[in-house]
């Protein structure tokens, strides 16, 4: 049987061509590294380097100029706020206090003349009523909303009038020749001792922080513009010399304007600020110094005058026992205040650091001397029982503690005058050392910037 003829392979499907793989797209480059790399393609040539080099000398001197006219306006600013704010407002501060110890005192003086109080003392009492109230309406202004200062001074707004009403019943009531106007007096000098004096003198404590705070900012060196400044002269000095290499020039006019113009700043900076600083620790070593000692002499002679005449209203009244001993109270205070003002006194006169300024308070020291021995003749007269010849020793016409009491306070005035005009005139001086200086370096920064990049661009004109 012939065979069966065998079936052909039948071809198998095509297989299937695989699509084409597109490449993976490139990540997107940032736009600083896209700079980066163009300013590395730049560094490879020349004048792809002088652009970079115009451009850093550019911004450092710019910078600078920025720097330096930030950082002196600060400091002119705080040596103007020195001069013309918180000095002024802690002296006005000073002034509330001596007001209300002066018209606490001269109201006791009033007291003990009686129905024959004089005309002056009245006057003298309401000037002094007149001034702290001033006094009060000027810090009022200002004090900062919400602050510490605030909240004090409206306390002595409202116990002011409270004072001057106690002050006004135990006048009419000795007028009349009722001991319960003693009563009175010492009701409101307890007022003042305990509550308004205290809150007087926390108000000038705080002001004196404030102007502690103003000389703080008006005097360190402005380091960072110095370092600056010194930074950017010595790039512009690479940058000459540089081109001194490469082209055997000695000098680039650009380049030579930026660095005089930077040289410029620098040296008015430092030298400025070192005549600022120098004005501005000797208006406080010969100013602030004397006048917050001789402000403290006046308190002490103002407190030791009131207690001096509350001892003869009391009439022993009023004691304190001390190591077991009782005393008046009113000359025990009056012999602590004595001591301070002593104390006082003998360092005003070491801080005096002219004859203008010592001789004031030379003569305060005599009229002090003075008035101890008055005082402890009218102690004795007061502790034997002679009441009226000890009041004729206080506050009689002639001879009288009162006498030295006026003549150590008019002395006191007069250094305090002294020495607040040695204040102006230092600190004004430390002030308008920096006049004119943040303008100025802005404006020679800018030309000293234009000359630099002049003078690359005078260079890279060399390649075209």
Known sequence: MPATPGIPTQPGRPAPVPAPVSPTPPGRRTAFAEGVDRVRAAATTEPGRLRIIGAVLALLVVAFGAVTAWQSSERAAAADDVLHSSQPLSSGAAAIYRSLADANTTASSGFLAGGQESTASRDRYEKDIRTAASGLVTAAANAEPGSASEATIAKLNRLLPEYKGLIERARTYNRQGYPVGGAYLRYANEKMQTRMLPAAEDLYTKENQRLDADYADATPYPWAAIALGLLALAALGWAQHRTYRRTNRVLNHGLVAGSAATAVVLLWLVVGHTIARSGLDGSYDHGIRSLS????????????????????????????????????????????????????????????????????VKAAEGNMAVWKQRHASARAEDE??????????????????GECFDSVDANLARAIDHEQAEFQRSAGDGRDAMTGLPVGAAVLAVLGAAGAVAGIGRRLSEYR
């Open 384 to 401: 034997n029982g002679n009441f009226q010849q000890a009041l004729d020793k206080v506050i009689g016409a002639k001879g009288a503690t």
């Open 293 to 360: 000692v001789l402000h403290d002499a006046r308190i002490a002679s103002l407190k030791a005058r009131g207690n001096e005449n509350l001892s003869l209203v009391a009439r022993g009244a009023e004691t304190i026992t001390v190591g077991g001993k009782p005393y008046d109270a009113y000359y025990y205070d009056f012999d602590k205040d004595m001591a301070v003002l002593g104390k006082g006194l003998s360092r005003a006169a070491t801080l005096a650091d002219d004859r203008a300024g010592s001789t004031p």
